[in-house]
């Protein structure tokens, strides 16, 4: 009886190493750790995730690892500061010395005391609507780029968490009127701001920006023209990649909305850059300009400055609406 249960466990024992040995080499070539197809650098070059196995419905949530979010935080973390700092801090350092060497370009032949009304209580009332929620929007943005390494150092954790969370709400809700007020400018303004070729002899006479010259314009010159443009395709591409972050997953998939980010951060860099140069034209670089979102009024020597063709349309139907009159009320 115990010579039996000794061959049963000799047979059993030579069986099991039998078995190790054969498989053996497969399981040390499969997790061998110098392997090169095991590498986790090219492990995930050759994968596009690494995914379990989750029992709950949204399986989104199994993925463990995946590569391109590496480059992304890459990207978030380096390449976007250094795109902003250079768009934005070089745009302040260039109208810096703009305005160091140029100054405010005034009105050569003085104010005339007289005002043509230039833009309407509602276009001013969309583009100050528009112009606040972009304040707003740029500021707490940049909060998402820069405030950790700029502001948490200043005023702490707890401020830092509790202005962020408040910067938060403001960028989610203010974006709403911010693009409802891009959908108006575009609207608005469009018929204006198509390019034609008195454009052309604009910006080969620098707008007369540079030096005091005074080319023709009517009601948009080609500098406004571009401000508009930036507006209407820049906030129509901060507005459809905000909103696809803001509703995660509704649209896309993660890779989607790295992308998106991608483009809402680096878009939104550039267009906060080119409304610096914007807010400057409108305030201390030009004599008269802050007048015409402010009152609504332009002085006529301004206008005749600035946009004679404009001027002389105006003068032009405002003739032709007299005539209309008198002619009426002769009959």
Not at 34 to 43: D, F, G, M, N
Not at 70 to 79: G, H, K, L, N, T
Not at 123 to 136: G, K, Q, Y
Not at 184 to 210: Q, S, T, Y
């Amino acid at each position: 009886m115990c010579l039996a249960r000794f061959i049963r466990l000799a047979i059993g024992t030579g069986a099991l190493v039998l078995l190790v040995s054969v498989a053996a080499p497969s399981v040390a070539q499969q997790v061998n750790p110098t392997a090169s197809s095991v590498r986790e650098l090219q492990l995930l070059q050759k994968m596009d995730r690494i995914q379990g196995r989750v029992s709950i419905p949204d399986q989104r949530s199994s993925v463990l690892v995946q590569p391109a979010g590496r480059e992304w935080r890459e990207f978030r973390e380096v390449a976007l500061r250094w795109i902003g700092g250079i768009a934005i801090l070089g745009m302040l350092a260039v109208l810096i010395i703009f305005y160091l060497s140029r100054g405010m370009v005034r009105l050569e032949s003085g104010r005339s005391g007289r005002a043509i009304v230039r833009f309407s209580s509602f276009e001013r009332f969309v583009h100050w609507m528009t112009a606040t929620c972009f304040i707003v929007l740029a500021i707490s943005g940049l909060n998402v780029t820069f405030g950790r390494p700029l502001l948490l150092p200043l005023i702490g954790h707890e401020a830092f968490s509790d202005w962020s969370q408040w910067a938060k709400y403001a960028h989610n809700y203010l974006s709403f009127p911010f693009t409802i007020g891009v959908v108006l400018i575009f609207l608005m303004w469009i018929a204006g701001n198509i390019p034609n070729k008195v454009d052309v002899e604009w910006l080969k006479r620098r707008g007369g920006i540079v030096g005091h010259d005074h080319p023709p314009a009517y009601r948009f010159n080609a500098g406004q023209k571009a401000i508009y443009w930036i507006v209407v395709i820049g906030g129509g591409l901060v507005a459809a990649t905000g909103y696809n972050l803001m509703f995660p997953f509704y649209l896309s998939g993660i890779e989607g909305m790295q992308l998106a980010q991608i483009v809402h951060s680096i878009v939104a860099m550039l267009f906060i850059a080119a409304m610096l140069a914007h807010i400057y034209i409108g305030t201390i670089g030009m004599e008269g300009a802050f007048e015409a979102m402010g009152s609504g009024t332009v002085d006529v020597n301004w206008a005749r400055e600035h946009h004679n063709l404009w001027l002389e349309n105006e003068i032009a139907r405002a003739d032709a609406n007299n005539a209309r009159t008198a002619a009426t009320a002769a009959e």
